[in-house]
């Protein structure tokens, strides 16, 4: 699953994935040219590169925008997949959702947290799952670092109320079946990427 010259970053000796929901309301390709905002869903793993750079591998990332889908996947090569995608604040908490267009696949997802205090101090694994400051792809015929450029996210405890879907499934990990042993909401931070090789 993970381009080479990158191997799995652990944590206590354990790998973990993510499902990450969020919305993109402003975007643009080389600092340049706007392509607007979207809602995105991902699946990720956790990376470490030859050189110590931590980051994240996507094995999916399905957005709601099929322009910023194949604008990413022809610069990055990044699994970028046209979806529909929900976000929403209900009386259940904040919910997600993904249901894919297009192949491969017709994964979907569903899920609600409710989203609760400020974490002041994050513990060992909230800093290991959110303190990325990069991300792994492979892209003609070369393994790629993209550094993100941003400030700590300020992260709230969130309950998780519920999932129902395929989402990681599809992105080829054992689906989840229980609860997660984290779950975490965030108002969002900005962000900007430089590139480099592996």
Avoid at 63 to 71: C, D, L
Avoid at 123 to 128: K, Q, T
Avoid at 165 to 194: I, Q
Wanted: proline share 8%; net charge positive.
């Amino acid at each position: 699953m993970l381009p080479p010259g990158t191997r799995p970053d652990l944590f206590e000796g354990v790998a973990y994935a993510g499902l990450i929901a969020f919305r993109m309301p402003v975007n643009s390709v080389a600092g340049r040219l706007p392509v607007g905002g979207f809602d995105e869903v991902n699946v990720r793993v956790y990376s470490v590169d030859r050189h110590g750079r931590r980051g994240v591998v996507f094995l999916s990332m399905d957005a709601g925008a099929a322009h910023a889908v194949a604008a990413a996947r022809l610069l990055t090569g990044l699994p970028y997949l046209w979806s529909d995608i929900s976000l929403a604040r209900g009386r259940d908490g904040l919910c997600a959702g993904a249901v894919r267009r297009r192949a491969p696949g017709r994964a979907a997802g569903r899920w609600a947290v409710r989203a609760g205090e400020p974490l002041e101090r994050p513990g060992p694994l909230e800093h290991f799952l959110t303190a990325r400051w990069g991300l792994h792809t492979r892209h003609l015929g070369r393994t790629w670092w993209l550094r993100a450029d941003h400030r700590p996210w300020p992260l709230h405890r969130a309950e998780f109320l519920r999932y129902e879907g395929d989402l990681l499934g599809a992105a080829g990990l054992v689906p989840l079946t229980g609860r997660p042993v984290s779950a975490l909401w965030s108002p969002g931070t900005d962000t900007g990427f430089t590139v480099s090789l592996v």
